[in-house]
Antibody, heavy 123, light 108 residues
Framework: EVHLLESGGGLVQPGGSLRLSCAVS????????MSWVRQRPGKGLEWVST????????YYADSVRGRFTISRDNSRNTLYVQMNNLKVEDTAIYYC????????????????WGQGTLVAVSS | EKVMTQSPVTLSVSPGERATLSCRAS???????LAWYQQKPGQAPRLLIY???TRATGIPDRFSGSGSGTEFTLTISSLQSEDFAVYYC?????????FGGGTKVEIK
């Protein structure tokens, strides 16, 4: 069974930086694309970024492109998102989510989700 | 960007009744690349349906999806107490991946 555990959230000032982690168990990151999806307080879901299983392709939402960087450490089987120049509107619960495809297949729907980590951007 | 619009925003249904949720896309979603998720308060979303009509592993058959093009529907045939939640649709036809605003199914 696949489990995802996010960490790294917290309170940060506007313009600050934060790195979120998602520890993955039950699956090698080499075998699945992974994504970050966020949810602002009381709002709906917003896709943020996707990293393919090969690591050869990365996709970002326009709202975070140039400020967020998705990456992974295969030896730690952990997904990351480095968030720089944070804005108040980045305040949200950040979920990591596993792609429904396997190996080189990118399905772009999400069959497993972590419990999320809260990022609060405020002065 | 494909904008996904869900209706109604809130649906009040009695246990045992049928619930019909709508998801409309601003442009055609090719290949029926449409997923549905359920989210309960304080929990992460859970995948219900992908490919517009394929139930995910472990999802009861009272959940069914249909539709194509720009109009999609999630039907819950007989609502159980554990089904009261918020439901989101998501298109994965192209980037950026986009979700609808959600439909909250509440107890009538």
């Amino acid at each position: 069974e696949v489990h995802l555990l996010e960490s790294g959230g917290g309170l940060v000032q506007p313009g600050g930086s934060l790195r979120l982690s998602c520890a993955v168990s039950g699956l090698s990151l080499r075998d699945s694309a992974m994504s970050w999806v966020r949810q602002r307080p009381g709002k709906g879901l917003e896709w943020v970024s996707t990293l393919t299983s090969s690591g050869g392709a990365i996709y970002y939402a326009d709202s975070v492109r140039g400020r967020f960087t998705i990456s992974r450490d295969n030896s730690r089987n952990t997904l990351y998102v480095q968030m720089n120049n944070l804005k108040v509107e980045d305040t949200a619960i950040y979920y990591c989510a596993k792609d429904g495809g396997y190996a080189d297949t990118l399905s772009k729907w999400f069959d497993t989700w972590g419990q999320g980590t809260l990022v609060a951007v405020s002065s | 960007e494909k904008v996904m619009t869900q209706s109604p925003v809130t649906l009040s249904v009695s246990p045992g009744e049928r619930a019909t949720l709508s998801c409309r896309a601003s442009q055609s979603v090719n290949n029926r690349y449409l997923a549905w998720y359920q989210q309960k308060p304080g929990q992460a979303p859970r995948l219900l349906i992908y490919g517009a009509s394929t139930r995910a592993t472990g999802i009861p058959d009272r959940f069914s999806g249909s539709g194509s093009g720009t109009e999609f529907t999630l039907t819950i045939s007989s609502l159980q107490s554990e089904d009261f939640a918020v439901y989101y649709c998501q298109q994965y036809d192209n980037w950026p991946l986009t979700f609808g605003g959600g439909t909250k199914v509440e107890i009538k």
